[in-house]
Antibody, heavy 119, light 107 residues
């Protein structure tokens, strides 16, 4: 069974840092691109960042570029999102999700982890 | 950035009825379009990708169509568990973008 188990998140002050993790199981992790998507309270979904399966190529939304870093450890089946210089606008539930390849959607999602940035 | 516009914002349908949801892209996305269902407090669930391919374990009452800039998600006979929010997403080009969603509610 495919599982994406998220950890991290919580309440931080503006300007602080936080690290999210996503532990994958039940599939060959390196065969999938991995992604972060967030959802601010009462709003829709926003793509945040993606990382390729084997090539590790990374992509970021303009809203987080230069502040967030996505990474993966294929030996430990783990995805991470290092979030620095957090802003109130980053407050959201963050989801990790996998994607098989170019023609496919985000077919499995983590349970989500809330991040609140507030003084 | 490709803007995804969903309509209507809210759709009221009777159980057993038919729901037709629309998604329009500001630029062509070929068939690189997915639909997701989300219920309160849950993660989104993939329904359709490639504009028309049902994901694993998705019932046949869900169908997707379209290509380029105009897409449709049809739920042929609404069951109680289908009342939820639905989002479209393009993955043709970076940044990937989502529509703001359609809420399907009980009439």
């Amino acid at each position: 069974e495919v599982q994406l188990l998220q950890s991290g998140g919580g309440l931080v002050q503006p300007g602080e840092s936080l690290r999210l993790s996503c532990a994958a199981s039940g599939f060959t992790f390196s065969n999938y691109a991995m992604n972060w998507v967030r959802q601010a309270p009462g709003t829709g979904l926003e793509w945040v960042s993606s990382i390729g399966g084997n090539d590790g190529k990374t992509y970021y939304s303009d809203s987080v570029k230069g502040r967030f870093t996505i990474s993966r450890d294929n030996s430990k089946n783990t995805l991470s999102l290092q979030m620095n210089s957090l802003r109130a606008q980053d407050t959201a539930v963050y989801y990790c999700a996998r994607k098989k390849g170019g023609y496919y959607g985000l077919d499995n999602w983590g349970q989500g982890t809330p991040v609140t940035v507030s003084s | 950035e490709i803007v995804m516009t969903q309509s209507p914002v809210t759709l009221s349908v009777s159980p057993g009825g038919r729901a037709t949801l629309s998604c329009r892209a500001s630029q062509g996305v070929n068939s690189n379009l997915a639909w997701y269902q989300q219920k309160p407090g849950q993660a989104p669930r993939l329904l359709i990708d490639g504009a028309s391919t049902r994901a694993t374990d998705i019932p046949a009452r869900f169908s997707g169509s379209g290509s380029g800039t105009e897409f449709t998600l049809t739920i042929s006979s609404l069951q109680s568990e289908d009342f939820a929010d639905y989002f479209c997403q393009q993955y043709e080009s970076w940044p990937w973008t989502f529509g703001l969603g359609t809420k399907v509610e009980i009439k």
